[in-house]
C-alpha cells in the first residue's frame, strides 16, 4: 500500500479537500490575502475575517507575533480582539463565521470556543502545515487538532475544511525555512 511520505519517510494521512460554496470561497480568499500581507510584514502567515450572517465583515486581521513580539497575536484572536466594544449580541456571534487561513491551533480553537462563534472555514490543515514548517522543535503545533476542541463544547461549532488548499498553501512557501 501506498502512502505519502515526508521527508523524514514518516507515513501522514492528509484530510481530503471541502468544495465550498461561492460566498465561502470569497471570504476565505480575503482570509489568504490577509494571510500574504502579514508575512510581507515579517509575520507567520496567516490571516483571518469574521463575518455576520448577513455578510458583513466584522473584523479582519493578519499575524502580527514578529510585529508585536506577542505569541498570542495569531490571526484568528487578533479578529477576535478587534470584535471587542461592537456590543455583538450571543445570538449574532453564534450565526457568524470565522474564515481562517490555515486550520485554527489549539489556542485559536479555545478563543473561538470563548467567543461563542457557531462557524469555521478554514484552508491549509495541520497536517500540510507541519510539512511546510518541518521538523523543527521550535516550529512545532500542539497536535491536537481545533475539530477535538469544538467538540468538547457545549455549544455546536460548526468546522469545514480544508479547503482552496492551492491558494492557501502558497502564501507558506519558503515561509518557514529559516
Ligand atoms: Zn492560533
Redesign the pocket.
Given at each position: 500500500m501506498i502512502e505519502d511520505m515526508n521527508s523524514a519517510g514518516s507515513h501522514i494521512a492528509f484530510p481530503e479537500e471541502t468544495t465550498l460554496d461561492e460566498r465561502d470561497e470569497r471570504y476565505l480568499r480575503k482570509a489568504i490575502v490577509w494571510s500574504h500581507a502579514a508575512r510581507r510584514r515579517g509575520n507567520r502567515p496567516?490571516g483571518s475575517l469574521i463575518v455576520s450572517a448577513d455578510g458583513e465583515v466584522l473584523a479582519e486581521a493578519g499575524n502580527s507575533n514578529a510585529e508585536t513580539g506577542d505569541c498570542t497575536a495569531?490571526?484568528?484572536?487578533n479578529a477576535l480582539r478587534a470584535l471587542a466594544g461592537r456590543g455583538l449580541t450571543r445570538e449574532e456571534l453564534a450565526s457568524a463565521t470565522l474564515y481562517a487561513s490555515g486550520e485554527?491551533?489549539v489556542?485559536?480553537a479555545g478563543a473561538i470556543f470563548w467567543s461563542n462563534i457557531g462557524r469555521v472555514v478554514y484552508g491549509i490543515d495541520a497536517e500540510r502545515l507541519r510539512v511546510f514548517r518541518g521538523e523543527r522543535q521550535d516550529q512545532r503545533d500542539a497536535e491536537l487538532s481545533c475539530r477535538d476542541v469544538f467538540r468538547a463544547s457545549p455549544h455546536p461549532i460548526e468546522c469545514i475544511g480544508p479547503a482552496l488548499l492551492h491558494e492557501a498553501s502558497a502564501a507558506h512557501d519558503g515561509a518557514w525555512a529559516s
Amino acid at each position: 500500500m501506498i502512502e505519502d511520505m515526508n521527508s523524514a519517510g514518516s507515513h501522514i494521512a492528509f484530510p481530503e479537500e471541502t468544495t465550498l460554496d461561492e460566498r465561502d470561497e470569497r471570504y476565505l480568499r480575503k482570509a489568504i490575502v490577509w494571510s500574504h500581507a502579514a508575512r510581507r510584514r515579517g509575520n507567520r502567515p496567516f490571516g483571518s475575517l469574521i463575518v455576520s450572517a448577513d455578510g458583513e465583515v466584522l473584523a479582519e486581521a493578519g499575524n502580527s507575533n514578529a510585529e508585536t513580539g506577542d505569541c498570542t497575536a495569531h490571526a484568528e484572536v487578533n479578529a477576535l480582539r478587534a470584535l471587542a466594544g461592537r456590543g455583538l449580541t450571543r445570538e449574532e456571534l453564534a450565526s457568524a463565521t470565522l474564515y481562517a487561513s490555515g486550520e485554527p491551533c489549539v489556542m485559536c480553537a479555545g478563543a473561538i470556543f470563548w467567543s461563542n462563534i457557531g462557524r469555521v472555514v478554514y484552508g491549509i490543515d495541520a497536517e500540510r502545515l507541519r510539512v511546510f514548517r518541518g521538523e523543527r522543535q521550535d516550529q512545532r503545533d500542539a497536535e491536537l487538532s481545533c475539530r477535538d476542541v469544538f467538540r468538547a463544547s457545549p455549544h455546536p461549532i460548526e468546522c469545514i475544511g480544508p479547503a482552496l488548499l492551492h491558494e492557501a498553501s502558497a502564501a507558506h512557501d519558503g515561509a518557514w525555512a529559516s
